[in-house]
């Protein structure tokens, strides 16, 4: 079946460390997002990409990084930077322009 | 800039009722909007689109949404509630010259059906 993986489902880290967030997709899309979720707040966006070895920021990029060096992959790196890291992390797929986003199962991130 | 609100964050209603879910848009050009349906601890799944043509548009599981350009509406609706109901639910809107990667969220409406 294609679809998109997030790994972990659940994530645990000490503040002060940086973890990885990982989101894989087999159903050949060219675009791939990442949405942070908050209670009451929404989708919002951290970073986007529309090709392989490009990426842009989204609404809330600080403290995150990212990178596309392979079509199905597009992780997500919080770094200690990041304020408030705890939350639940969307990664999305999209095929061509203007349909809609296909989405993985997320991952809850806890920063203790 | 597009933005996008959801009247009332929580939502209830009896089994067989009406659901209504409010969503109003603001956007500098003509939209695409979309519905999409989370279940707890999941991704989000697309529920309709509108984007052009017939302003009614018929999604998954019943639900269908009216997209009204004066009201800068695009309420979802379902007439009979079921217990599968249960999630939350956002609407999205994303301006056309930019394509999704413009979509911007709602903050969502949680929606509980009573037995």
């Known amino acids: 079946d294609g679809g998109i993986t997030q790994s972990p489902k659940y994530l645990f880290r000490k503040e002060g460390q940086n973890v990885t967030l990982s989101c894989e997709q087999n159903?050949?899309?060219?675009?791939m997002y990442w949405y942070r979720q908050d209670p009451g707040q929404g989708l919002r966006l951290i970073y986007y990409s529309q090709i392989v070895n490009d990426f842009q920021k989204g609404d809330i990029a600080e403290g995150y990084s990212v990178s596309r060096e392979k079509k199905e992959s597009f992780p997500l790196t919080v770094t200690s930077a990041q304020k408030n890291p705890t939350a639940f992390y969307l990664c999305a797929s999209q095929g061509a322009a203007n349909s809609p986003l296909h989405f993985g199962n997320g991952t809850r991130l806890t920063v203790t | 800039a597009q933005s996008v609100t959801q009247l009332g964050s929580h939502v209830s209603v009896s089994e067989g009722a009406l659901v209504l879910l409010r969503c109003n848009y603001s956007s500098s050009v003509p939209p695409y909007l979309f519905w999409y349906v989370q279940y707890p601890n999941q991704g989000l799944q697309l529920l309709l689109k509108?984007?052009?043509?017939?302003?009614l548009v018929k999604g998954i599981n019943g639900f269908e949404a009216e997209f009204k350009k004066s009201e800068t509406s695009f309420h979802l609706t379902k007439p009979s509630a079921h217990m599968s109901d249960a999630a939350e639910y956002f609407c999205a809107v994303s301006d056309r010259d930019f394509g999704n990667e413009k979509l911007t969220f709602g903050t969502g409406t949680r929606l509980t059906i009573i037995p």
């Open positions: 509108y984007t052009t043509g017939a302003t």
């Open positions: 159903l050949n899309h060219d675009a």
